[in-house]
């Protein structure tokens, strides 16, 4: 079983920054982040595959790296140049078995409960 704890949300103002910490306990061969704004679905906003390769959303591409920390287990994502229509529940992904990276929901079979980032105009 793997738990995965989020923090690091927040509010801030349009064309600030926040860093979301992903700390997991076990065992995971890939992680990612993914995000549910009111009323929409949950996407993939970046993640890693279990070879160390990466994927992004589009509409993050170049604003949201993501990195990780492998002795300290911890998966970070260094949101930049936040926009308002970045407002969303922001949750940690890991899957146990090898994946490519992915921002497909089914691919990963641990989730934590979520960090919310609200970001203003």
């Known amino acids: 079983q793997v738990h995965l704890v989020e923090s690091g949300g927040g509010s801030v103002q349009a064309g600030g920054s926040l860093r979301l910490s992903c700390v997991a306990s076990g065992d995971t061969l890939s992680m990612g982040w993914f995000r549910q704004a009111p009323g929409k679905e949950r996407e993939g906003v970046a993640s890693?595959?279990?070879?160390?390769?990466?994927t992004y959303a589009d509409s993050v591409k170049g604003r949201f790296p993501i990195s990780k920390d492998n002795a300290k287990n911890t998966l970070y994502l260094q949101m930049n140049s936040l926009k308002p229509e970045d407002t969303a529940m922001y949750y940690c992904?890991?899957?146990?078995?090898?994946?490519?990276?992915?921002?497909?929901?089914?691919?990963?079979?641990?989730w934590g409960r979520g960090t919310q980032v609200t970001v203003s105009s």
């Open positions: 992904a890991a899957s146990s078995t090898f994946i490519w990276p992915s921002l497909l929901e089914g691919r990963f079979n641990y």
């Open positions: 890693f595959g279990s070879d160390g390769s990466t």
